[in-house]
Nanobody, 125 residues
Framework: QVQLVDSGGGLVQAGDSLSLSCAASGGRFSYYPIGWFRQAPGKAREFVAAIPWIGGATFYADSVKGRFSISRDNAKNMGYLQMDSLKPEDTAVYYC??????????????????WGQGTQVTVSS
């Protein structure tokens, strides 16, 4: 079992960049595929990005492709989401997520086993 703590959210202007972090503890982080999801007010939680437990190929929602970048540092038990060229429609609570041990990177809520507490990202126009 792994525990996740998100951080790095804030209030920025459109076009700015922000970097989110996900600190993991309590398990062998390097064997958990991780991802990021977000939830805007009144909307369902949606997939943003994911990366396998061994790194390598990454996956992105079409709405963030080319602007966001997911990465991980297994030696530090950390996951990251670099967000560039932010838009007002990126405003949401962002959640770090981990899927099953040794499994596929999570690209749907149903595939997530563990969630972070969420960090608010607000992009003003």
């Amino acid at each position: 079992q792994v525990q996740l703590v998100d951080s790095g959210g804030g209030l920025v202007q459109a076009g700015d960049s922000l970097s989110l972090s996900c600190a993991a503890s309590g398990g062998r982080f390097s064997y958990y595929p991780i991802g990021w999801f977000r939830q805007a007010p009144g909307k369902a939680r949606e997939f943003v990005a994911a990366i396998p437990w061994i790194g390598g190929a990454t996956f992105y929602a079409d709405s963030v492709k080319g602007r966001f970048s997911i990465s991980r540092d297994n030696a530090k038990n950390m996951g990251y989401l670099q967000m560039d060229s932010l838009k007002p429609e990126d405003t949401a609570v962002y959640y770090c997520a981990a899927a099953a041990y040794g499994g596929r990177p999570p690209q749907a809520k149903e595939e997530v086993r563990y969630w972070g507490q969420g960090t608010q990202v607000t992009v003003s126009s």
